[in-house]
């Protein structure tokens, strides 16, 4: 993770290096497994935010608004970013963990989506099976500023991440 100035960059730092209870209950996965993932990324996906931004921050911005439920508007300025970059780091990440799901399998042993459901408190907003006829779904709103995605990409998203956490997990 590359030094800089910036307060985005400290609170990642923060969070990658503080203490694996607080990261586990920001994250809803250990810093290893964390690590692996940002590892995968970056071998695997294609970045379009700026050089000064980490894959870890980029990570971290994405749970802030699934694992934490935060809007667009909270996570911009929880992480010193405009609500626009927030939004591309959002859907950088998006298109990284559908690539995830994409290239790799799910194992038959991962927990099924309906079961971690509750690690990811940005589901909550939905109500599964009463999507609206485009099949998208506004996350992250407050005020105007949340992003409308198709809730099965997402769905596949966070399934390809549920796996990745179950398949790499501390023992």
């Excluded at 963990?97 to 042993?109: D, T, V, W």
């Excluded at 506004?138 to 949340?146: C, L, P, T, Y």
């Amino acid at each position: 993770m590359a030094v800089t100035d910036r307060s985005g960059a400290n609170r990642a730092r923060y969070l990658l290096n503080g203490i694996p209870d607080k990261f586990q209950d920001f994250c809803h996965m250990d810093q290893i497994t964390f690590v692996q993932l940002a590892d995968w990324i970056m071998e695997n996906a294609t970045s379009s935010t700026p050089e000064d931004i980490t894959i870890e921050e980029s990570l971290f911005v994405f749970l802030d608004i699934v694992a934490q439920g935060n809007s667009f508007r909270n996570t911009a300025y929880g992480w010193d970013h405009d609500v626009k970059l927030t939004q591309n780091i959002f859907l950088n990440v998006l298109n990284a963990l559908q690539l995830l799901r994409e290239k790799e399998e799910i194992s038959p042993s991962c927990p099924s989506f309906s079961t971690t459901r509750s690690r990811w408190r940005i589901i909550k907003a939905w109500r599964l099976g009463k999507s609206r006829m485009d099949g998208l779904v506004k996350i992250g709103d407050d005020g105007g500023d949340g992003l409308e995605v198709s809730q099965e990409e997402l769905t596949q998203a966070l399934t390809a991440l549920n796996n990745f956490i179950h398949e790499h997990k501390e023992c």
